[in-house]
Structures are given as C-alpha cells and as structure tokens.
C-alpha cells in the first residue's frame, strides 16, 4: 500500500526570526566561531605544554558552544533540546569556574565565568536561554490552545 505522500504534507507556520532574534543568534554563532578558533588554539598549545585536561576542556566548551549555535539556528524540535543543553552546560560551567578552579584554557569562554570575554559569554546565554523559553513552540501552542 502506497500513500500520496503530498496528502501528508507538513508545513510550518512558524515565523521566521526577525529583529533582536535575528540579531541574537548571529551574535551567537559570531561568537561561536571565535570560541571555537581560539579554543583550537588553547588546545594545541595545552597538548604541546603536556596539560591535557585543559585541552580536552577547552575543546569540549568550544563544541558545547558549536552545538548550542547550530541548536539555535536549526531551531527545529531536537535542535532545540540541542540548544537548551549547551545553553544550560554554557550557563552552569562559568558560575562553576568562579567558586572552583577548572582547568581551562585563558581564553576558554567558561574560565571564571568568562571573565576573558567581560562575561559577555554567560550573558549571551542568559539572553538565548530567555528566548528558548519565550519562543517554544509548545509553550505558545500551550497558550493559544
């Protein structure tokens, strides 16, 4: 048995990001891309000066960023859980390096809650978790229905 597969068309509604939402996950993946090339960098030169915890770390905070950044912009269903992930690991890993000594790289975006960056790291992932939250489509449909 064979189905019409254009009588089971899915189509989304959705609008598509405009203004400060816009504005916010390319400040994200610009981000993105800077945490990921100097966490590279970090980590070569960690690996060359025999400290591997610092290297596995600052790599893994660089994909954690990479995930979150793709989470955001692909912006679908498990996408989405993607993005709330790294947003959470992004949010909790820097308030963690205030109080305890994580072996970070100097420019790991989650050293001393990314102190490097004038905390700019954690702020942006404050700013993406409200806007997780505030844009979910099963919340709004909650709302509405």
Known sequence: MEQDSSSHELSD???TARGSARLLIFLIAGLTLVFSWLGV??????FMNDRPA???????????WIGMSAGLLHNGRRMRRV???????NLTLPIIGI?????????SPWRDGGL???YVPTIVTVM???????????RLAQQNG
Not at 41 to 46: D, E, I
Not at 83 to 89: L, S
Not at 99 to 107: H, Y
């Open 83 to 89: 993005a709330w992930a790294g947003a959470i690991i």
């Open 128 to 138: 993406a978790i409200i806007w997780l939250y505030t844009s979910s489509p099963a």
């Open 13 to 15: 509604s959705r609008r």
């Open 41 to 46: 960098v970090g980590a070569t030169s960690a």
């Open 99 to 107: 109080f305890v000594n994580l072996p970070l790289d100097m420019w």
């Open 54 to 64: 610092t290297a596995v770390l600052t790599l893994v905070a660089a994909i954690v």
């Open 116 to 118: 490097a960056y004038w």
